[in-house]
């Protein structure tokens, strides 16, 4: 049976023998339009569900934050620091705006 050790071994050898010249990080701000283009995804149909709901009621605010923490958990999975938050939110607003937008003109003013 073969170990995980003899595993990376044998793949820090192969590596070094041969590096993969396909493989290059993605670009930084490549990485950081996918993340606002997918915050602002994400909340197109949050923005739509939140728009049935009576300002500030329970269900206004479930819709408007749940979103967060996944945009939070990816922000950071892709290494970018605290610095970028108000460009993700930004992201999440438009989102919000849109669905809402979307809602109104589907069923009419509220």
């Known amino acids: 049976m073969v170990s995980v050790r003899c595993i990376r071994a044998l793949k ?3 590596d070094k023998i041969s590096p993969n010249p396909y493989y290059e990080p993605m670009h930084p701000l ?3 339009t996918g993340l606002i283009l997918l915050a602002l995804a994400i909340n197109i149909p949050l923005g739509y569900l939140r728009q049935s709901y009576e300002k500030f009621t329970f269900g206004w605010y479930f819709y408007v934050h749940i ?3 996944l945009i939070i958990y990816l922000r950071i999975k ?3 620091s605290w610095k ?3 460009l993700t939110i930004a992201g ?4 919000q705006i849109i669905g809402g937008f979307l809602h109104r003109k589907r069923h009419g003013r509220r």
């Open 78 to 80: 892709s290494g970018f």
């Open 84 to 86: 970028f938050i108000p």
């Open 67 to 69: 979103s967060i923490p």
């Open 12 to 14: 820090k050898r192969i």
């Open 30 to 32: 490549l990485l950081l």
């Open 92 to 95: 999440a607003v438009a989102g």
